[in-house]
Nanobody
Framework: EVQLVESGGGSVQAGGSLRLSCTVS????????MGWFRQVPGKEREGVAG???????TYTDSVKGRFTISKDNGKKTLYLQMNSLKPEDTATYYC????????????????WGQGTQVTVSS
């Protein structure tokens, strides 16, 4: 079994930055696709950024140029660097592992973290 634990969320003002981390433990494969998702109460979960099994990276349009996803296989950690944050980025952010090949922003992932809250004030 794979366990994912997110950290790094918090409250910032618009224009600020946060770095989310997702530490993986258990029977994890470095070949898994991984992704970051976010959800606001009453709305569907949204794929934010993903790393596919071939290493290709995909972002949703609203975060391109502001967010950067990366991973450190040695540390078994996935990161999301978030810059120039906007109030509309406010959400609970989740990391996920082992999704469908070629669909890193779709929530067909087998493993999920518990989420970390990001709040951006104007």
């Amino acid at each position: 079994e794979v366990q994912l634990v997110e950290s790094g969320g918090g409250s910032v003002q618009a224009g600020g930055s946060l770095r989310l981390s997702c530490t993986v433990s258990g029977d994890f494969s470095t070949h898994y696709s991984m992704g970051w998702f976010r959800q606001v109460p009453g709305k569907e979960r949204e794929g934010v950024a993903g790393i596919d099994v071939d290493g290709s990276i995909t972002y949703t349009d609203s975060v391109k140029g502001r967010f950067t996803i990366s991973k450190d296989n040695g540390k078994k950690t996935l990161y999301l660097q978030m810059n120039s944050l906007k109030p509309e980025d406010t959400a609970t952010y989740y990391c996920a592992a082992d999704g469908l090949r070629g669909r890193p922003l779709e929530d067909w992932y087998n493993y999920w973290g518990q989420g970390t809250q990001v709040t951006v004030s104007s």
